[in-house]
């Protein structure tokens, strides 16, 4: 058994998450079920570059009580749980993942590949430019991947149309039961525990300001009002400004804005939304966090190299001291804030993420033959299937349409 992890004595702790995890992701646990019995993965192997979550756990275990052989690492360099990645190890799959893997960040993909994958599975994208830029010799055996979030989405789509991407993707994200839940519940509420563990500050009366009116910011927006937040956005979409104009909350440019804010979140998937020109107009005690994919959407470097002082004054705080005399508080390095100062999305919209994923595989695996080499959209059956199933979990039963409103839906005499 070949894994890295940080301490394997952690696997104790991460089983407890594990389990607390699996109690709320009841449709992932009916798909575990099924796997187990129907074996659709048999003798199938999985590279997956996810967040090493308590969740992921779900769903790794998922694939290989479905027969899958799994190699596992993290897809951000701080959003591994040692203790999950430790409890995965100790259960049959290669991990390579520990919490603060910066420096190993790609050795650990590139450990990852080792299995020879016939699927892969990717949050953000790295794995897949990997394999098709270091380990090209590899893609002749992948049937296909899947990939989780809009980052990466938008990056396979970007090798699609350059002729570059070599085996199909199936977009996770843009599954409605992915998207609508994971992205808007998920990151709205979850980023708003990263900033609370790390900085403990009360929302209510702060000016909130949110660079992004996207899925993520929509739902971050709408928790940060709940709490009392005064929130402000920033856009560079003319439709997603107008929407956030009319959902009540104020909307400006970044530079004007940035004068006024007390916390900074982006979630945009873009670089530099937050640069020198605005850092250097915050107000003295400004918080700035990133709950986008990538850490280049606030341009941390400039920090660093323009700070006359730095020191970290909590766990995921760091005070940066600037020329004019002002202090920013950036967290958790401008990674992800949900993931690196919290536990990322809680359980119950992972179910449905995840759900999506575990039946995109088994579909890869049932049509890979008659794919090309592009970014497919999750079969709307299936995502209708998951919602379904999520529905039922809940308890909730719904309206069936009746045999005349079928007809009078696809009829256009009947009028006035
Ligand atoms: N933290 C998490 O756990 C988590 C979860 C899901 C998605 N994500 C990531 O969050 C990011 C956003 O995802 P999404 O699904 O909301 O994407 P989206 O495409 O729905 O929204 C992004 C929005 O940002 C806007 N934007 C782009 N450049 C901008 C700029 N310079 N200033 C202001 N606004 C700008 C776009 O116009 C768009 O409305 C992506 O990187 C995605 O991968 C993170």
Redesign the pocket.
Known sequence: MDYKVKDIGLAKEGEKLVRWAEQHMPVLMGIRKEFEKERPLKGIRIAACL?VTKETAVLIETLKKGGATVALTGSNPLSTNDGVAAYLAKNGIHVYAWHGNHDKYYWCIEQALKINPQITMDD?GDLVTTLHTKRQDLIKGVMGGTE???????RQRAMEKNGILRYPIIAV?DAMTK?LF???Y??GQ??IDGILRATSILLAGKKFVI?????????LAMRARGMGAHVII????EI?ALEAAMDGFEVMP?EKAAKIGDIFV????????IDAKHMEKMKDGAIVAN????DN?INVDWLEKNAVEKKEIRNNVMEYKLKNGRKIYLLAEGR????AAAE??PSEVMDMSFSNQALAVKWIVENHGKLENKVYKVPEELDREVAKRKLAAMGIKIDKLTREQIRYMREWKEGT
Request: aromatic fraction near 8%; glycine fraction near 20%.
């Open positions: 967040h953000g989780e979030t809009t980052t990466g989405v938008n994200n998207y994971d992205n808007r998920g990151t979850s980023s660079a992004g009116y996207g899925w993520c910011g929509r739902g920033t856009e560079v979409d997603r970044m982006t979630v945009t998937g873009n670089k530099h939304v709950s986008g994919h990538f959407e992800l804030v949900n993931l990322g999305h």
